[in-house]
T-cell receptor, first 115, second 115 residues
Framework: GAVVSQHPSRVICKSGTSVKIECRSL??????MFWYRQFPKQSLMLMAT?????????EQGVEKDKFLINHASLTLSTLTVTSAHPEDSSFYIC???????????FGSGTQLSVL | AQSVAQPEDQVNVAEGNPLTVKCTYS??????LFWYVQYPNRGLQFLLK??????LVKGSYGFEAEFNKSQTSFHLKKPSALVSDSALYFC?????????????FGAGTRLAVHP
């Protein structure tokens, strides 16, 4: 099946620094990728939809200047958490889909801890 | 508001017994329905989906789900549970009237299968 690689799996950073998370579709071209945030024992919250070659569409309440999304190619989307603060600590998951299928393929997630 | 409900935070089952994880939804029209499984510190894995056709859908690892339009439910089932089935299960719905590709996730149900 399709594989989505997410890197890094875990990152610890100081407050005020920026962190970049990469999401790659390894064996298919993903015209659309999605970024989710998951709090402990809670469901996934869609943050934004990333379309190759265009600006990301952010969900209500998600700060686009804080969570920068770039989808420069059909196989790579990045999420940059700028000026991270402890409240940004969370599990971030990306997903991608084929242009012709309904199901999503998920990355393994990134646990971000901001000190 | 469109929503997905998983009424049980946790389901406990003895190995070898049948299991059911419940899901009901409230969306307009006939949505697409999905089940995903998440293992600790990992991304989600696709289990099965219902688009149209037979109400009983078979998926990965011996799981199946039954779509019931009148009850707006999509319960996940397995005839004989394994300890390795222990994980967090998410029901998801894609409303056809909403933004294309957007999935609404339930809060998740933790399945614990005891030897």
């Amino acid at each position: 099946g399709a594989v989505v690689s997410q890197h890094p799996s875990r990152v610890i950073c100081k407050s005020g620094t920026s962190v970049k998370i990469e999401c790659r579709s390894l064996d298919f071209q993903a015209t659309t990728m999605f970024w989710y945030r998951q709090f402990p024992k809670q469901s996934l919250m869609l943050m934004a939809t990333s379309n190759e070659g265009s600006k990301a569409t952010y969900e209500q309440g998600v700060e686009k200047d804080k969570f920068l999304i770039n989808h420069a190619s059909l196989t790579l989307s990045t999420l940059t958490v700028t000026s991270a603060h402890p409240e940004d600590s969370s599990f971030y998951i990306c997903s991608a889909r084929h242009s012709w299928d309904e199901k999503l393929f998920f990355g393994s997630g990134t646990q971000l801890s901001v000190l | 508001a469109q929503s997905v409900a998983q009424p049980e935070d946790q389901v406990n089952v003895a190995e070898g017994n049948p299991l059911t994880v419940k899901c009901t939804y409230s969306v307009s029209g006939n949505p697409y329905l999905f089940w995903y499984v998440q293992y600790p510190n990992r991304g989600l894995q696709f289990l099965l989906k219902y688009i149209t056709g037979d109400n009983l859908v078979k998926g990965s690892y011996g799981f199946e789900a039954e779509f019931n339009k009148s009850q707006t439910s999509f319960h996940l089932k397995k005839p004989s549970a394994l300890v390795s089935d222990s994980a967090l299960y998410f029901c998801a719905v894609r409303p056809l009237s909403g933004g294309y590709n957007k999935l609404i996730f339930g809060a998740g149900t933790r399945l614990a299968v005891h030897p």
